[in-house]
């Protein structure tokens, strides 16, 4: 027969084990969640960067195609600017994305604690409408990879089920379950521009090195009369030129990390969460960014 001890020890170790269970999960989530918030702080680190190495470029190609004429020169430079401000309304925007996804998957971790804000889900839903109508803003630039957009979309396994733990907040399961397509299809959106603005931050790249080669060490060694005092200058010029080139390898590590982050998203909805996997590819996000940064230095 079973005494009433023995049924309250095993309501006990039942009670003990659900909590330990749930502080699991809700610590799950929490680090995902930052793991999501450090890769949008360090991607807009790099659209930062990514922006100033434009400008770099395009004032290189202003100079090595400068003319004697004063009007052809004006209207090559307002060319230049025209296409330079599209490219900086698209950064902008797609910084503007990034930071209310960041917001999302911070209420996200309002949602995951027991005592969440009852405004908590209406604020992920406020969230969502901005981001959503920042698509169709990024998608209007011209500059938008939209055959990239569509391809990705098209490749991309949509999310069947959600797998979260049942012993977290059903208001976090809730919101999960009803935006999971829509913010695939956001990350989707980011992985497109991101791959579209590493792939052309990688050719400015290659462009400045090759036209401050030419113009700064080229045509000085050219001469032949590079003197002892200029010689130390001379050598740490070539060296921080020539090293652009790996800042460019590291960019195109940062092409997949993209990818990872969308497909950590996926896994995590799914319940195949990895903090060893989420902490690697936030290292090598952060690897990425002070790379690009160092190059703007």
Partial sequence: MVTKRRLWSVFLVLIATTTIAGCGSTKRIRDFTQAMTDYTS??????????KLR????SEQLLRDDTDNSEQDVQQYQRTRDVLDQRFKLLSGLRSHIRLLGSYFSVLTELADS???????KNAGVLVDE??????????????PE?????????????????????????????????????QNELLLQQSLLEAVIDDTK???????????????????????????QQEIWIKQRQDILSLRNTVFELEEASKIAKEFRQIYEDFVQGQYSADRIKSVTDQMQAVTQAAEKAIE
């Fill in 55 to 58: 400008i770099e470029s395009t």
């Fill in 115 to 121: 005592n969440a804000p009852e405004n908590a889900s």
């Fill in 147 to 183: 055959a990239r957009y569509e391809a990705l979309k098209g490749a991309a396994v949509p999310i069947f089920r959600i797998a979260v733990s049942s012993r977290i907040n059903r208001a976090l399961r809730e919101e999960l379950n009803l935006r999971k397509e829509t913010i």
């Fill in 42 to 51: 360090a991607l807009d680190k790099l659209l930062i960067a990514s922006g």
């Fill in 203 to 229: 050719s400015d790249l290659e462009d400045l090195q090759e036209r401050r080669e030419n113009r700064i060490l080229v045509q000085t060694y050219g001469t032949g009369i590079i003197d002892s005092g």
């Fill in 131 to 144: 981001i959503k109508a920042l698509n169709k803003t990024l998608r209007s630039n011209p500059t938008f």
